[in-house]
């Protein structure tokens, strides 16, 4: 039980959704009251009855549904600033109208149009948008009233605003006057046309200028099927009577390779003999150019070696009040950190070497004396003086031997 406020332009079917609602609630069983409603037709489907002024809400009886149309007509009258105790008695009891189980349905173009003491009593408004005399309305509602239904902005979610899609029910036109259908032809918006004609333009110049890319890529893969069954070749029926370069091809084809490639597969000492001519990496083909007085200066860009050494870390010195730490070979590493060549220098703490070979073999050691060859050097034993030979002594064979006397 509630007071419901539907706003609108004229032409918006405000008027159109109030007869749809009573037809519906005169189907639940509850009396209908209509008041202001111009041009009524008997062709009217539910009972109602006619109120004169929407004062007269005070003597329907209970569950009743009240509908008034252009209501700012009758409170328009009462002053804005009129205090409470000033107010009608008809508007006062409006506070109290859900004591009796009253619906009451209020209808004007703009929600400002009414008395502030009747919007702070509606618990729901609806506002219907028509734009371009389209055949239906954008339906928004409130929890409240909204001092400014048309503001795009605040008909959001957020805002509390719901917003669907109003068609309202073409009998409902013949139950009372409306100049809806006589003044409100439906007509294309100028502005509807415009936007479907930019969005055509902007689409066939897309087309105009992506087609021929589309097409070329589209139909490569057609050209080069087509292509392909072009330069398969045809196949003998008879394979026996090829020749060796027709047989040579006839297999390719079977194996799905060109006649190279399938020749490179046969004979691969072939092509490898082409490749090593093309590049050759033998190390007794290398020449480099190198000069002594520029060392770093080597073009090692098309050799390539046979790593035998990497490098490790060896120690570390002090270069320029800074520490620098070196590999075996006394090139410098460069991201050893100053505290690991501190621990090294000052601390003495050398790191394990995980990469250096160790020997296992034990030592061979020879035993075997020397042999010296002792050769007698008889000259140490000579005398140093020298005798003659007429001093030398002369043996003598027999005793008294007179060989040597004469007479």
């Given amino acids: 039980m509630a007071i419901k406020l ?240 027709e047989r040579a091809k006839y297999d390719a084809a079977m194996a799905g390779l060109t006649p190279e490639q399938y020749a490179d597969l046969m004979h691969p000492e072939t092509r490898n003999a082409e490749l090593q001519a093309k590049n050759d990496v033998r190390m007794e083909t290398i020449a480099i150019k190198y000069n002594p007085n520029r060392p770093y200066e080597v073009d090692t860009s098309q050799i390539q070696y046979e790593v035998t050494a990497k490098p490790v870390f060896s120690g570390c010195m002090k270069m320029k009040g800074k520490y620098v730490a070196y590999t075996q070979q006394g090139t410098i590493l460069h991201d050893v950190s100053q505290s690991d060549c501190r621990k090294l220098m000052e601390d003495g703490d050398r790191p394990f070497n995980y990469f250096q070979v160790q020997n296992n073999r034990p030592a061979q050691v020879n035993n075997a004396m020397p042999q010296v060859q002792m050769q007698p050097n008889y000259s140490s034993y000579q005398a140093n003086n020298y005798v003659q030979p007429n001093l030398q002594r002369s043996s003598v064979n027999g005793a008294n031997s007179q060989s040597s006397f004469s007479f």
């Fill in 6 to 245: 539907i706003t609108a332009q004229p032409g918006s079917y405000k008027t159109a959704m109030m007869m749809e609602l009573a037809n519906k609630m005169s189907s639940e069983g509850r009396p209908i009251y209509l008041c202001n409603v111009r041009g009524l037709k008997p062709e009217i489907p539910f009972p109602y009855q006619v109120l004169d002024h929407f004062k007269d809400w005070v003597d329907t009886p209970e569950t009743s549904v009240i509908f008034i149309d252009e209501v700012q007509e009758f409170t328009r009258d009462v002053p804005t600033n009129c205090k409470t105790e000033d107010l009608p008695t008809w508007m006062t009891l409006l506070e109290k109208h859900r004591h009796e189980g009253k619906d009451i349905f209020i209808v004007t173009q703009h929600p400002m149009f009414i008395h502030t003491h009747v919007r702070r009593l509606t618990s729901e408004h609806i506002h219907l948008v028509r734009n371009g005399n389209v055949p239906f309305a954008a339906k928004r509602s409130w929890g409240f009233v909204e001092s400014d239904p048309d503001d795009f902005q605040k008909a959001t979610f957020k805002n509390g605003c719901t917003t669907t899609i109003y068609r309202p029910n073409k009998e409902v036109f013949n139950w009372y006057e409306s100049t809806v259908l006589d003044t409100h032809k439906f007509k294309v918006p100028p502005k509807l046309i415009k936007g479907v004609a930019m969005v055509a333009g902007i689409i066939g110049f897309a087309v105009w200028i992506g087609y021929p890319v589309a097409t070329k890529y589209l139909h490569m893969s057609d050209k080069e099927v087509t292509a392909k069954v072009h330069d398969e070749p045809v196949l003998p029926s008879d394979p026996s009577n090829m020749t060796l370069a």
